[in-house]
């Protein structure tokens, strides 16, 4: 029989009983090794950046950043096993997107499923749509107040009205906010979905501008417009870009 190779663990909750009960819960598993305990998200997001685990077990429910947050910054750095006392709107998401969670209290029968459920997934190397779990399996609480941006094992907060305008470049998209640029690994859609639609327009297809940034709007060439900022940088804006800024200008 071939030997499973050694999961490396990180163990992420604010309650140190929650942790200590998934670390009991662990003893009796062969090939595991517990590299990191973190108390909040933002040890999460650096323990990953510096650790490389391979497994994560991630508390939803946790002060200043969620689990959910967490997941969106890491993206598809390591699988995640979800702890949670969510409703079962959540759980439904959870499973539609195949990643594993644990329903607190849960008992060590049914953690040692998820753990084995973990491991064959890892082993298959299946990838996780992080953009819709995240989407799915989030309350509806309206536009985000902020965005979140990992910067190797550091993470910005970045309140939305600071937010000049959101750029896509190739597979991430770039946020122009204070004279500085913030990459994230994120979908132009994705972007557009969680932000203010009364305050940010998608001008273009590679495009999406908070309004109040906007000093006028000028025509460049037949059906053709840019969008000139308040700092003089200018923006283009396509016909249907334009119908939508219209409606909100």
């Known amino acids: 029989m071939t030997e499973q190779p050694t999961l490396r663990i990180v163990i992420v909750d604010d309650e140190p009983l929650a942790r200590a009960v998934i670390r009991e819960y662990l003893k009796p598993h062969p090939g595991v090794d517990v590299v990191a305990e973190c108390g909040n998200g933002f040890e999460a997001v650096k323990a990953v950046s510096e650790l490389s685990p ?3 077990f991630l508390d939803v429910q946790m002060p200043k950043l969620d689990g959910f ?3 969106e910054l890491i993206g598809r750095a390591v699988p995640v096993v979800f702890t949670t006392a969510f409703d079962n709107y959540a759980l ?3 499973d539609v997107h195949a990643v594993d969670y644990l329903l607190k209290p849960f008992d060590e029968e049914r953690f040692a499923e998820a753990l084995s459920r973990a491991r064959a997934r890892i082993q298959a190397k299946e990838a996780v749509a992080i953009d ?3 989407a799915d399996a989030r309350p509806r609480t309206g536009p985000v ?3 979140l941006i990992r910067d190797g094992s ?3 907060v970045l309140p939305v009205e600071r937010i000049d305008y959101v750029e ?4 991430y998209v770039c946020f122009k906010a204070d004279g500085r640029d913030y990459l994230k690994d994120q979908t132009m859609a994705a972007v557009e979905a969680s932000l203010d639609p009364n305050r940010f327009v998608r001008i273009h297809r590679s ?3 908070n309004i109040e940034r906007i000093a006028r709007v000028e025509l460049y060439a037949k059906d053709s417009r840019v969008a000139i900022l308040r700092d003089s940088r200018r923006l283009p804006v396509s016909r249907a870009g334009y119908a939508r800024l219209a409606k909100l200008l």
């Open 54 to 56: 391979d497994l994560m």
């Open 69 to 71: 947050e967490v997941l």
């Open 92 to 94: 439904r998401a959870f």
């Open 132 to 134: 819709e779990l995240v």
């Open 145 to 147: 107040e902020r965005v």
């Open 154 to 156: 550091q993470v910005h």
């Open 168 to 171: 896509a470049q190739d597979d």
């Open 207 to 209: 495009y999406l501008l």
